[in-house]
C-alpha cells in the first residue's frame, strides 16, 4: 500500500467543522483560551479540549500554561497561511445571492490574516504598492522591496535591511481568502501592519480579526497610497 503524503493527517485534523472554526479564530496570531475557542466553534468544553488535544499532537498548534489555564495559538505562520488559503476554496457559486452578516462584511473589509492586513484594505494597499513601483511581484511568489519602496517603508519608520527574511524573503505574496488577490504577508507585511496600528491609522477591534481604518487613516491612505478604503468597491463582494 503506497504511503499516504504528509499532508494528509494535518488535512484530517482542520476538516472537522469545529476544528476548522477554532483554527480559524486563531487566525489573528493570538493566544487563546480553551474556553473562548469552544464558544467560537459552538461546542462544549470538554469536547474542544479533545479537538484541541488532537491539533496539538498533530502540529497544528502551539500551547502554553499560564496557572490553571492552557492556552492555544497557531504553531507557526505556515499553519495560518494553509489555513486561509483553503479558505479560499469555496463551492461554485449558487444562483441565489448569499447575505452576508455584519461579522462577514467587516472581516471581508479589514483584518488580519495571522500577522499581516487581509481584507479588502490588505489588498488595496499590496495593489497600490505594486503600481507605485515600490514592490515587485518576482517568481516563487515572492515580492522584491525596490529602492523607492525601501525609502517609502522608511517613512513609516521601516527599515527593510534589518528585516530578518524567511526562507521565501522578508515579503511574500498571501493569496485573500475573500478578494482572491494577493495581499502582502512575511516580515515586510508584518512591520507594515504594526507600523500602521502605531500610528493610529489602523485599530484592532475587539472583534477577533477585524481592523478598523481611523479617520486618520483613511486621509493617510489616499495621502501617501491613492487608496480609499472605503468608496472602493470590491469585484466579489455582496
Do not use: N
Request: glycine residues 10%.
Amino acid at each position: 500500500m503506497p504511503e499516504s503524503p504528509g499532508f494528509a493527517h494535518a488535512a484530517w485534523l482542520m476538516a472537522d467543522p469545529a476544528r476548522a472554526m477554532m483554527l480559524m479564530a486563531l487566525t489573528d496570531g493570538r493566544a487563546r483560551p480553551a474556553g473562548e475557542l469552544a464558544r467560537a466553534a459552538g461546542i462544549t468544553p470538554q469536547t474542544a479540549s479533545a479537538h484541541l488535544a488532537r491539533l496539538h499532537a498533530g502540529g497544528l498548534l502551539a500551547m502554553e500554561t499560564q496557572g490553571r489555564h492552557r492556552y492555544y495559538r497557531m504553531a507557526g505562520d505556515h499553519v495560518a497561511q494553509a489555513v486561509e488559503q483553503l479558505a479560499a476554496i469555496r463551492p461554485l457559486p449558487q444562483p441565489a445571492r448569499t447575505v452576508v452578516g455584519r461579522k462577514g462584511r467587516l472581516l471581508r473589509h479589514c483584518r488580519t490574516c495571522y500577522d499581516h492586513l487581509a481584507g479588502r484594505v490588505g489588498v488595496l494597499v499590496t495593489r497600490a504598492l505594486v503600481d507605485q513601483g515600490f514592490l515587485v511581484a518576482v517568481a516563487d511568489k515572492r515580492f522584491e522591496v525596490s529602492r523607492s519602496g525601501a525609502t517609502w517603508f522608511s517613512a513609516l519608520g521601516i527599515d527593510v535591511d534589518t528585516l530578518r527574511p524567511t526562507r521565501r524573503g522578508i515579503a511574500r505574496q498571501c493569496l485573500d481568502s475573500t478578494e482572491r488577490e494577493h495581499h502582502l504577508a512575511g516580515p515586510l507585511g508584518r512591520r507594515l501592519l504594526e507600523s500602521l496600528c502605531d500610528r493610529g491609522w489602523l485599530r484592532r477591534s475587539r472583534e477577533p480579526r477585524v481592523i478598523q481604518v481611523t479617520p486618520a487613516g483613511r486621509q493617510a491612505l489616499k495621502r501617501y497610497l491613492g487608496v480609499d478604503p472605503e468608496r472602493a468597491a470590491s469585484p466579489h463582494g455582496q
